[in-house]
């Protein structure tokens, strides 16, 4: 049985190697099954889609959605889906749009604070991808404001520094229609450091597939604990390295240890052929 990587970010959301870069990478590292999860875009994975076989590596559809719950932002991992379904095209293009929204209340509260950066600096770095906050961190230090991508979250970027401003995201609800309309399945994104277990319970009601148990932000007690709630739930396993490159470079050294066995991508495969039956 082969590994599996269900969780990366290439050029097309906040990675930093292109998506071929990222293919030649996972066949180094002797992968057998990879999906590109790119923050709200598919961009990266029709890019590629039809080289991957080139490097023996079987591609899945995957994106990292971001949605809203109550007024929280969430990461959701959509698998197996139709990438030419209209509806979740159309989704995405108001996620992208939310984004730039989103970035430009950043700058104005940045602004407020004396740090002078413009749209069109976080637009140049982000290039053919969807923008981000990373980007806004790579802006500031470059221009020397902050001296690393940690301090640039911890002193202008997180989510409590962000708390007051409104975003125009998709809701849980809408996020799981819309995937399993496209015949694909949603997992609950790197549950363990963000959520109490109340909190993951009511998550899950709403309608999510899997959960993502294995992730570098889990230590070995909560993938067992996590993979247990699965199992009793009758939820699928997820899992990956969430490799950014040198945009989140401490979760660089995962890429190819932290991995998923083939046997739950099976799972995912068939669940999602289900709903696909469904539609
Ligand atoms: P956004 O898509 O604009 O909400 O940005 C989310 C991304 O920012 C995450 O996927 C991470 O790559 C990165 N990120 C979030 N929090 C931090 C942090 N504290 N330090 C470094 N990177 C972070
Ligand atoms: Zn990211
Ligand atoms: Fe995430
Ligand atoms: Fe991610």
Known sequence: MGRADLHTHTTASDGSLSPAELLQ???GKGLKI???TDHDTIKGYLNIKDDAANYGIELITGVELTALWETREIHLLAYGFD???KDLLNVLHRQKQARV???ASIIDLLQQKGVDIDI????AEAGWGNIGRPHAAAVLIKKGYVGTFSEAFIRYLSSEKLSALKTEYISITEAVSVIHKAGGVLSLAHPGPLYSSEEIEKLLSV?????ECIHPS????LQRTFTKLAK???LLVTGGSDFHGTRKSDYDPYFGIVTLGEEHVVSIKRMASLKKNLI
């Open 25 to 27: 990478r996972a066949q």
């Open 34 to 36: 990879l999906s590109i």
């Open 83 to 85: 990438a030419t379904d």
């Open 101 to 103: 929204l989103r970035m």
């Open 120 to 123: 069109d600096e976080i637009k």
């Open 207 to 211: 309608g999510l597939d899997g959960i």
């Open 218 to 221: 889990h230590n070995f007690n």
């Open 232 to 234: 009793s739930k009758n």
